[in-house]
């Protein structure tokens, strides 16, 4: 059976073959680090967290790059507000990120690069598309005419005259074409800044990205997703740039793309009022419930978000939950039936997998193994061999609770201690009986929801 992968560039159902072997480039655009990242953030993460996993359940070899966009108006507007220096701003908020993307079970990203790491090889591709005719200066920095590129609009599935028509009037006289992006903005008094041939100034947004995965993975690459809204401008203006300046298409060969998030049928937004940051709602719910609301509906389809969905996920959640509390206590006779279950079950799940990540699809057939099971008389060793199985999709899933070893109450104890002694600020305290839970062989994770013990 092959994967197939919907592919917004030719808008079909295509074989997913990698451009080597079984090698995949895979990359996602990050977060622009100036607040507390939202819940229509982390269904876009989860989700692609949940492909790149199953990618390498597969067997592929995935390197998985995101960028972190710390240099934006964004971000220059939020520091002035709050009097503070912009990469400070951005350092925090990127801490903030990963506290979340950590919660969520978010943990196949191989790279996070910064773009303000990358303004060497940014100037550089401007130069290039300076050489190759692309690029022009005006009074507030450098534009890619998008004239001189054929082809502007393959992505987004747009003729050049109805992009041309959709743009805003132009805020720069000196622009040659309304559409025309911006690759580098020249310098305003107060704003972060870097040399270039063009004077002191700072990256275009469309420029971060393709200066990464440049330098990353080369000028062609095999997968970049993000979530839909990011078709047009930003991802067609990345084909622009690279396959202008390298000369070579395509600069992805498949393009995924997640549906949005809505909060009770309507759209979120701050002047709603409707706004939700993942760090509320993981107040709210438990982060693998969260984890399954956005797994539990295919990456492709809208999701409501809603406190009737989300229970429903909780309630559905628990269900697998509990039968992994009961398979782990079997203790009955030994059942012939149920190796070829889990046979039927893993072919299910792949075939559904393999079907553009069909993620819904692919937990109902956990979910009709479970009443199969529920059916049978089974053993200790059956019970184990379910165990086995669970866990090894669950590497792909991510939401399942497996029974924990039992911690001793001395183990407890002593996390108590820490807590306390961190509490009062007493670091030496703290370092002194971290490092005999360590010689204990344990070790403690600060999540959002508070410790959490963990064997080394
Ligand atoms: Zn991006």
Not at 310 to 317: A, E, G, R, Y
Not at 355 to 365: E, K, L, S, V
Request: positive net charge; proline residues 3%; aromatic residues 12%.
């Amino acid at each position: 059976m092959a994967l197939k992968v919907f592919n917004t560039l030719t808008r079909r159902k295509e074989e997913f073959k990698p451009l080597k072997g079984k090698k995949v480039n895979m990359f996602v655009c990050g977060p622009t680090v100036y607040d507390y990242s939202h819940i229509g953030h982390a269904k876009t993460y989860v989700q692609f967290d949940v492909i790149a996993k199953y990618l390498r359940y597969r067997g592929f070899n995935v390197f998985y790059l995101q960028n972190i966009t710390d240099i934006d108006d964004k971000i220059i507007k939020r520091a002035n507000e709050n009097k503070e220096d912009p990469s400070k701003l951005a350092i925090k908020y990127e801490k903030e990120y990963d506290i979340d993307m950590k919660a969520l079970g978010i943990n196949s990203v191989n790279k996070y690069a910064r773009a303000t790491n990358y303004v060497k090889q940014i100037i550089k591709q401007i130069q290039t598309l300076f050489d190759k005719g692309y690029a022009y200066k005006t009074s507030d920095g450098v534009y890619f005419e998008i004239d001189k590129f054929k082809g502007y609009g393959k992505l987004s599935h747009q003729p050049m005259d109805k992009i041309k028509e959709g743009a805003r009037v132009a805020v720069n006289e000196d622009k040659k074409n309304p559409s025309d992006f911006s690759l580098w903005k020249k310098e305003k008094i107060g704003e972060p800044s870097w040399r270039s041939p063009w004077g002191k100034g700072r990256p275009g947004w469309h420029i971060e990205d393709t200066a990464i995965t440049e330098t990353e993975f080369g000028p062609q690459y095999d997968l970049h997703g993000g979530a839909i809204d990011l078709i047009f401008p930003h991802h067609e203006s990345e084909i622009a740039q690279m396959e202008a300046s390298s000369g070579r298409k395509p600069l992805v060969k498949y393009w995924l793309h997640a549906a949005f998030l809505n909060i009770e049928k309507e759209k979120m937004a701050k002047s709603l009022g409707n706004f939700i940051t993942i760090r509320e709602a993981l107040k709210k719910w438990d982060s693998k419930v969260l984890r399954y609301f956005y797994v539990s509906t295919h990456y492709r389809t809208p999701i409501d978000y809603s406190e009737k969905n989300i229970q429903h996920s909780k309630n559905s959640l628990e269900r697998i939950n509990e039968f992994i509390r009961k398979v782990s206590r079997a203790n009955g006779k030994e059942n012939k039936k149920v190796k070829n279950l889990i046979k039927k079950t893993k072919t299910a799940f792949e075939k559904h997998m393999d079907n553009d990540f069909d993620m819904p699809q692919a937990i109902a057939a956990v979910y009709s193994f479970i009443r199969e099971v529920n059916k049978q008389d089974i053993s200790k060793r059956n019970g184990e061999e379910i165990i086995v199985f669970l866990k090894k999709i669950n590497s792909v899933l991510g939401f399942i609770t497996f029974e924990k070893e039992k911690v001793s109450a001395e183990i407890k104890k002593l996390v108590e201690e820490r807590e306390n002694a961190r509490k009062n600020k007493d670091w030496a305290t703290a370092d002194k009986v971290r490092d005999k839970l360590k010689k204990e062989g344990y070790y403690v994770d600060d999540t959002p929801q508070g410790p959490v013990i963990k064997k080394l």
